[in-house]
């Protein structure tokens, strides 16, 4: 045995030993886990009062992450814009994408299911949290320091 690398090894477990010390959770508290890059793009949509669907990123995986999906029939005819919220929904996160509508919806699931089919596409690893009011959406997501 190399007496260097011998000499290393009770080194090295002190090492570790301090840096579990060093980050061992307060009063048997578990660690806090590094947050996880999302494998599932997420899409909060929600119908504004008139005649549009609005829809903002709310997790998405990583810019260097591969594209979402692979080739499908069709993707090549596909307006770019759309394109990039399938495949690459990250470069939106911070804007507001806007489905239009004709009129005011009659039944807000059918309103629901346009905001899915056009946020997610074919893609399974995708979904839409969909609030059929501003007020509603607001309420979700009031800041409540009881919460905290």
């Known amino acids: 045995m190399d007496t260097t690398s011998s000499m290393l090894d009770p080194a090295r477990r002190a090492l570790a030993t301090l840096a579990v010390a060093l980050v061992a959770p307060a009063h048997g508290a578990e660690?806090?886990?590094?947050p996880a890059?999302?494998?599932?793009?997420s899409w909060t949509c929600w119908y504004n009062g008139d005649s549009r669907v609005l829809c903002r990123v709310a997790a998405a995986p990583a810019l260097d992450a591969a594209p979402l999906t692979t080739a499908y029939p069709g993707r090549d005819t596909l307006p770019e814009a759309v394109r990039t919220i399938h495949?690459?929904?990250?470069?939106l996160r911070g804007r507001t994408i806007t489905i239009p509508l004709h009129s005011p919806p009659e039944d807000m699931d059918n309103a629901e299911e346009l905001a899915c089919a056009v946020m997610c596409g074919i893609r399974t690893?995708?979904?839409?949290d969909f609030f059929r009011d501003v007020a509603e959406l607001a309420l979700r997501h009031e800041e409540d320091p009881a919460l905290e």
């Open 87 to 91: 495949e690459r929904p990250a470069l």
């Open 37 to 41: 890059e999302p494998l599932e793009t």
């Open 125 to 128: 690893a995708c979904r839409v």
């Open 31 to 34: 660690p806090a886990a590094a």
